[in-house]
């Protein structure tokens, strides 16, 4: 009786082996959905300073034409991956700035 138990374990491990890998890759699988689902929602993406409110802040007179190209390049790399990327809140100081003095 005591070698039928050791002859079991083998297979019994290799079925929690099994269970164990099926629930992890149900895991990554739900993770993934999520994720997807989560950046291919409206907004998701980043809402930082686009080239128009750049354009109208200039025309505005809020930001200066040499403010306007620096922040014009920065998100120009940014959206090509080029360079370092910066936030809104950069380009924000800056107009922020701006208005102060």
């Known amino acids: 009786?005591?070698?039928?138990?050791?002859?079991?374990?083998?297979?019994?491990?290799?079925?929690w082996l099994a269970?164990?890998?099926v629930a992890v890759?149900?895991?990554l699988l739900a993770?993934?959905?999520?994720?997807?689902?989560l950046l291919d929602q409206p907004?998701?993406?980043d809402t930082g300073l686009t080239l128009d409110d750049l354009r109208r802040q200039r025309d505005q007179g809020i930001v200066t034409p040499l403010e306007y190209e620096a922040i014009r390049r920065q998100i120009v790399?940014?959206?090509t991956g080029a360079?370092?990327?910066?936030?809104?809140?950069?380009?924000?100081k800056v107009v922020q700035a701006r208005r102060v003095s």
């Open 19 to 21: 269970v164990v890998l």
């Open 83 to 92: 360079g370092p990327s910066t936030s809104r809140g950069t380009a924000d």
């Open 1 to 15: 009786m005591i070698a039928a138990q050791g002859d079991l374990f083998p297979v019994q491990a290799g079925l």
């Open 31 to 37: 993770i993934r959905r999520i994720r997807r689902r």
């Open 77 to 79: 790399a940014r959206m």
């Open 25 to 27: 890759g149900f895991g």
């Open 43 to 45: 907004g998701a993406q």
